[in-house]
């Protein structure tokens, strides 16, 4: 089955046939570095990752860039208004410097936490300004932009093909419903490339006055630098559709006369209990409140990843509740296959559902990264396998199987378990004697108060072995 994803721009499913054989250059929208990254951002970063890794296991060498906005987003994201940088330095009371540098900070420890693979590079938007500064001065000698008293701005109406990937072309646009009219503008739709200030906490001279840049130039600018002026893969959340993605590809074509990005990929939004994420509802979830709260990082990278992309995900507890369930069900399997002790060589039925369930991983993730098919595959390799009595051989050629398809969930299900404290280990084998003196009361008294620490004992034929509740 050919490798195919559902491109925005063109609103179908597309066979995937990068520019350059064997290559892909892939761009993501990044994080606005003044808080904490939410989970609905989360979302939209793991579609992300697991793109890069299965494009990977399909044998492609992917150059990714994820960009780190630090200036110029808009609260809102509006044109006019405050900077959501200097908001949140105003509200925090701290140097705007240090609040883009702390963000930043803990970005790269959430995604590390979350097992994401690290971009190739993070460009941040305040060291590219003077490539912004470039593509701006050849828009305007292009006869794309007009400057008024707060900033040079793109004329919407002379790029022809402008909405063509949100569908909001210039005539349906409705001027002023989405922000206040600029009476200065020419056109309501027209956005800014450069905005004029000398009170900006961040700003940067240029040949139309100190201020700063547009938040869509940004993302112009980093990745054709690093990706060439067309590149294969475009990705962000479906909330970057209109107006940013819209913007980056007029600004883009009207400065090189070439198409911007092959292939557009939107991750669609993430509710909590059916409802818009937001702090006035207690319903606002950082990565970190999560953590907070004793999930483990994998069962949150679990949730958000099991529901197509392309889906809403409606976020809840008890959503968390099982995806931790079914981590654990395989981390089980995991130990159930390292348990295996009789030799023997590999059967035929072991071997032929590997392939099985292989072939079904993949025709799942060819089709538009459908995740739930590639779970669904595992858990029916898992069901079938505990049916059958394995051999070491068996064992050895599932946990390969496992590694080789962990490596695209990015799951860590072969992880090992930690290590336990020397009291915890001496009461389990003290356990492992009282069953042998069959002094069972003693026995079931100390898997008891194990219980009630969280460690969890499971006796078997190879003897007991234990997990965290």
């Known amino acids: 089955m050919a490798l195919t994803f559902y491109n925005t721009m063109t609103r179908r499913k597309e066979e995937f046939q990068p520019l350059e054989e064997g290559k892909v250059r892939m761009y993501n929208c990044g994080p606005t570095v003044y808080d904490f990254v ?40 509006r044109d006019q208004g405050e900077d959501k940088m200097e908001k949140s330095a105003r509200e925090q009371e701290k140097d705007i410097w240090e609040i883009a540098g702390f963000y930043m900070d803990t970005f790269f420890e959430d995604i590390k936490a979350l ?33 008024i008293s707060d900033g ?54 240029s040949p139309w006055g100190a201020g700063r840049p547009g938040w869509h130039i ?21 909330d970057n559709v209109f107006p940013h993605h819209e913007n980056e590809i007029a600004q883009s074509e009207a400065a090189t006369g070439k198409p911007f990005a092959k292939y557009w990929l939107h991750a669609r939004y993430l509710l909590v209990d059916n409802q818009k994420m937001s702090k006035s509802l207690g319903n606002f979830y950082t990565l970190r409140d999560l953590l907070e709260k004793g999930c483990d990082a994998m069962q949150i990278r679990y949730a958000l990843m099991s529901t197509h992309y392309r889906q809403p995900l409606n976020f809840t507890m008890e959503g968390l509740e099982a995806a931790r369930h079914s981590i654990q069900r395989v981390r089980d399997f995991i130990a159930h296959l390292r348990g295996a002790a009789a030799e023997g060589n590999l059967s035929d039925d072991v071997k032929q559902l590997a392939e099985k369930t292989l072939a079904r991983f993949e025709e799942g993730l060819d089709d538009d990264l459908n995740i739930s098919v590639a779970l669904a595959a595992i858990f ?41 404290d020397e009291e915890i280990e001496r009461l389990i084998e003290e356990r492992k004697q009282a069953r042998a003196n069959k002094d069972f009361a003693r026995a079931d008294e100390i898997r008891d108060g194990l219980l009630a620490r969280g460690i969890i004992l499971e006796d078997g034929p190879d003897g007991t072995r234990w997990k965290r509740r």
């Open 218 to 238: 940004e993302c112009s600018a980093m990745s054709m630098k690093y990706l060439g002026e067309s590149f294969d893969i475009h990705t962000g959340g479906e």
């Open 115 to 147: 097992n994401f693979r690290k971009a190739h590079l993070y460009p941040r938007a305040t060291e590219h300004i003077p490539e912004m500064i470039e593509m701006v001065k050849k828009l305007e000698e292009l006869g794309y932009t007009y400057t």
């Open 380 to 420: 029916d390799l898992i069901h079938e396998v505990n049916r059958l009595d394995i051999n070491k051989a068996d064992a050895e050629h599932v946990l390969s199987f496992m590694a080789k398809v962990d490596d695209v969930l990015g799951l860590q299900f072969l992880a090992e378990e930690e290590s336990l």
């Open 152 to 205: 040079v701005y793109f004329e919407v109406e002379k790029f022809q093909d402008y909405g063509k990937l949100s569908g909001n072309t210039v005539e349906r646009l409705d001027p002023g419903s989405r922000v206040k009219v600029n009476e200065e503008k020419k056109s309501p739709i027209d956005f800014t490339l450069w905005m004029r200030g000398d009170d900006f906490l961040m700003k940067w001279d």
């Open 38 to 77: 939410h989970i609905g951002n989360c979302r939209s970063f793991l579609m992300a990752d697991l793109l890069r890794r299965y494009l990977e296991y399909r044998g492609y060498e992917v150059t990714q860039i994820m960009n780190i906005t630090d200036v110029g987003h808009m609260v809102g994201d």
